[in-house]
């Protein structure tokens, strides 16, 4: 199952947030992504509908920033951090479900 999903807010940002799908995947993590055009809200929509734990939002501020926005479901939003730090987020709780 995935773990989480990446998403643009524009197709400015598919680089960045390939780069993002990466880093993650090389820490072991499993995520996808959602490059479409579709607005932001209705790709968090469809992410919440297929029960994906983490929602991850790459736009002009997070690319300017080197940060991300996490969204955790069902509806938290923890903001925006750092790669380094949402991986020791999703490290820990991957920790407490063993």
């Known amino acids: 199952p995935v773990q ?3 998403a643009t807010t524009n197709n ?3 680089e960045s947030s390939s780069q993002l799908v990466a880093r993650h995947e090389g820490c072991g ?3 996808d992504t959602d490059f ?3 607005k932001t809200g209705a790709k968090a929509r ?3 509908l297929q029960r994906i734990p983490f929602f991850l939002v790459v ?3 997070e690319v300017e920033e080197g940060t991300v926005a996490v969204r955790e479901r069902p509806d938290r939003n923890l903001g925006a951090m750092s790669l380094d730090a949402l ?3 999703l490290t820990d709780r991957e920790k407490c479900k063993t």
């Open 59 to 61: 736009g002009d501020r």
């Open 36 to 38: 479409g055009n579709a």
């Open 29 to 31: 993590f499993r995520v």
């Open 46 to 48: 469809e992410s919440r």
């Open 12 to 14: 400015g940002h598919v």
């Open 4 to 6: 989480g999903r990446v």
């Open 87 to 89: 991986i020791e987020l």
